[in-house]
């Protein structure tokens, strides 16, 4: 009997763990089929940057993306560096996730400048669901160790802590005061020597490490590859450079029609938009009265500009061969992004204490920066630049590819915004996102999955409307419409975007009733938020030198 017992108990026991065996199989065989997931942002490039949005630049590995995937006309940023990223990182607001103004602390929790506790990381979303979390490149949302990406949920880390730093050395750069550049692998420190590497090529090729170091681990991936370029100081490689060498002798003015007409002609913008596209800024001159020298230096900053993101591009097209090595393509989706549109920063001749350059544009040392009279084409047909809420500083290009569930070739209005990509990335993951996460109530999302609009080409009209401010300056998108003021002004603008996102025509006066409906809705939306005015937090040192005035 003890013995019938025995072989029973046995037999049960081999049951067990058979099943559980076979449990743990199919757990893993579930994992295995979950999608990796690439977020690429790059940095202060402009609407128009980009081959299939317009561009005279080589970027083919990009462009193929879009053509084998889907584009959005319509996608929205905030505008200037830190703020996108808050946004991009956690899905929120960027006031709700305490980077409303910059990565500096102005005292209040919206504006402590760095990430907050109850605003989670794709790291610390994306890890509970059984992902391995990459990130190379730029950081930006939180100098102190508790909020380094490791500390946020990310498994590996390389890149800038901070917001910028020179492209072959990581010197303290000048900005009217000197601004540390630290870099950092995983949490440890590390300092290359000077001038030996280029830093678009280190982001990348760290990136391809962690790809194919995590392959072994029989999980599906997150990585976010946030790249510095093509942001100021201009410095690229000789070879990039000299694809471009006499590119830009045509100037600004003829540049930025050949933009124009290749926009209609990929159908980003209609021949009624193209009509309405922003008049050159008033501090830009006309490429025909610059003198010979001065037009050599700007064609020169121009080349080097578009070398920058050409180096970019060619590290998206290795972390795509990457995928196509390990038979990883076919599974997995890539977004594409920029922070915010083409700076108007011209940090090499404003202000005293602004960088200076120690050698010819484009090499180790140089501090030049695209500046207002280029970034004008860059954003093209828009108005203004980085950091105003115009369409110039807060479009961005979006691509999005997976070849298996997005079908090649779409181009989608998509009206969206940063804060619907969280969404997006944790249903295709098919991550839950927490309400409460290491004893903190955690904040809901306010963006929508974008899967629909991707995946199934569903277009429909925005319901919620998007809201801005940084820096005092504030808008609304709701429908058609959008609602802008610009500091110091507090006076609304209103402009038909869907036929004038040139912002030409303010429609203001004649649509009173409009203004106060969208204008009630920005300031429910800016009390929820914890949105403070300008004027009563506003740093005394300015984060850039100004411009000098005669």
């Not at 025995?6 to 757990?27: E, H, V």
């Not at 940023?77 to 409303?100: D, E, F, M, V, W």
């Not at 989608?412 to 290491?438: C, Q, R």
Request: proline letters at 5%; glycine letters at 8%; hydrophobic letters at 35%.
């Amino acid at each position: 009997m003890n013995l019938l017992n025995t072989l029973k108990r046995g037999a049960l026991i081999a049951s067990i763990m058979t099943f559980g065996t076979s449990s743990t199989l199919l757990a893993q065989k579930k994992t295995n089929t979950s999608p990796n997931i690439i977020v690429i942002m790059v940095d202060d490039m402009g609407y128009s940057d980009l081959g299939v949005y317009g561009s005279e630049i080589q970027t083919p590995n990009i462009d193929k993306l879009a053509n084998e995937g889907v584009r959005l006309r319509e996608f929205y940023n905030n505008s200037i560096c830190a703020p996108t990223r808050a946004s991009l990182l956690t899905g929120q607001y960027p006031h709700k996730a305490g980077i409303g103004y910059f990565d500096v602390n102005l005292g209040l929790p919206a504006y402590q400048g760095y990430l907050n506790k109850t605003s989670l990381t794709f790291g610390e979303v994306l890890k509970q669901a059984g992902y391995t979390t990459l990130l190379s490149g730029k950081w930006h949302v939180g100098n102190d160790s508790l909020s380094w990406p490791k500390q946020r949920g990310f498994d590996r880390f390389f890149g800038l802590l901070g917001g910028g730093a020179n492209y072959f050395n990581a010197n303290n750069i000048p900005l009217g005061r000197s601004y540390p550049v630290t870099i950092l692998e995983d949490n440890k420190r590390i300092k290359p020597k000077d001038d030996s590497y280029y830093f678009t090529d280190e982001i990348t090729n760290h990136a391809v490490k962690f790809i194919k170091e995590q392959d072994a681990e029989n999980k599906p991936f997150f990585l976010y590859l946030a790249y510095t370029a093509p942001h100021w100081p201009l410095q690229a490689l000789p070879e990039d450079i000299a694809k471009y060498k006499g590119k830009y002798a045509q100037g600004w003015d003829e540049l930025r029609k050949n933009r124009l007409a290749k926009q209609i002609q990929l159908g980003i913008i209609s021949q009624k938009q193209a009509d309405a596209a922003a008049e050159r800024d008033a501090d830009v001159p006309a490429w025909d009265a610059l003198t010979y020298d001065e037009q050599q230096l700007w064609q020169r900053k121009m080349e080097v500009y578009a070398a920058m993101l050409d180096r970019a591009d060619q590290g998206v097209g290795t972390i795509v061969n990457t995928l196509k090595e390990l038979k990883k393509d076919q599974n997995t989706l890539v977004i594409f992004i920029s922070d915010n549109g083409a700076p108007a920063e011209d940090v090499a001749h404003w202000g005293d204490k602004a960088g200076n350059n120690k050698g010819p544009v484009g090499t180790s040392g140089s501090f030049e920066s695209q500046g207002k009279n280029w970034a004008f084409v860059s954003n093209t047909p828009f108005r203004s630049f980085k950091s105003f809420a115009y369409e110039g500083g807060i479009s961005s290009p979006f691509i999005a590819w997976y070849p298996t569930k997005i079908k090649a070739g779409g181009l989608l209005n998509g009206t969206s915004h940063l804060i619907d990509i969280a969404p997006t990335v944790y249903e295709v993951a098919g991550a839950k996102y927490p309400t409460t996460f290491k004893g903190e109530s955690i904040t809901a999302l306010p963006g929508k999955s974008l899967v629909p609009l991707l995946f199934n080409a569903q277009d429909t009209p925005r319901e919620t409307p998007i809201f801005w401010e940084r820096a005092g300056n504030r808008a609304v998108r709701k429908g058609k419409w959008k609602l802008v003021s610009i500091y110091p002004s507090y006076a609304w603008e209103l402009y038909d975007v869907e036929n004038d996102r040139g912002e030409t025509k303010n429609l203001a006066a004649q649509n009173a009733g409009l203004v106060n409906e969208l204008s009630a809705l920005y300031f429910d939306w800016a009390k929820q938020n914890d949105v403070v005015d300008y004027d009563k937090i506003k740093p005394q040192q300015p984060l850039l030198p100004t411009k000098k005035r005669p």
